[in-house]
């Protein structure tokens, strides 16, 4: 995997439904992510798709979460999308140009005012509209909120999208590629599995593990066998025995519980049986050296 001078980082993508989301990142991505886009919601911070090109990565994650609590799951959700967003590089607030500004924005607004990463106001479908329209439509979010950039896009005719794309490299650091160029529009499964162990993890935990912890996929192979086993080996690292007596649980109760679960939600994912081999280890201080890679399950 080179390394040299290339940019990699994370990109959230949120807004309300129907603001041209998905149809943005097929723009960006091709139809690769139709794959991961049509897929029953099974995780909340899911990944729709990589873009790699000679600039580096651009990891697109989606954060369901925000929107207005209305229930102590929702709640849950909103807290854990507002991790995302907090670690992330760019989040790309997408709205639409003919739907006026309501409630739920403003809330999503409130939400990123609590957070520090470079927000991009990203306007959308202004194929339907009147150019006239687009200041005053623009202004309503700038009196909420502040904008590292503002970027009207037509994601339907690709009008301005490359735009952005330029945009999120120009905030992007230094990094390596997380997935190898051929491997990741194909195969991003494995950055899911790990997703939705973690998920299940601080979940299951009511966040007495901290959301740092790392998912790393050790193997994963379809089984020669009739009904096609996908086996996943995954070790989950944490920085203390303590935590990870905690994700182990009384006679490893808790471990058994995170794995079951698991593994239905990827048996949903891929559509085939899988046999989910989950271990757990401490490993002091991998935080401070891999956190960036680790905290998203990249492994090299
Ligand atoms: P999501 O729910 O945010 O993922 O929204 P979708 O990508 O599914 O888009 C919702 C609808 O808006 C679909 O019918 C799209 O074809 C349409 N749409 C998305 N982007 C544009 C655009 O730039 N212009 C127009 N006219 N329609 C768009
Ligand atoms: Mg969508
Ligand atoms: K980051």
Redesign the pocket.
Known sequence: MGNENVKSGFVALI?R????????LNAILGQKVAIMSNKPQTTRNRIHGVHTDERGQIVFLDTPGIHKPKSRLGDYMVKVSMNTLQEVDVVCW?VDVEEEMGPGDRFIADVLKKVETPVFLVV??I??VHPERLLPFIDQFRKELEFQEVIP?????GNNVRTLVEQIYERLPEGPKYYPDDQLTDHPEQFIVCELIREKILHKTHEEVPHSIAVVIEDMEQRDDAKGTVYVRATVYTERPSQKGIIIGKQGKMLKEVGREARQDIERLLGSPVYLDLWVKVKKDWRNEEHALRRFGYRE
């Open positions: 807004g439904p129907n603001v041209g989301k998905s149809t943005l997408i959308n479908k194929d339907r896009i037509s994601a339907l005719n």
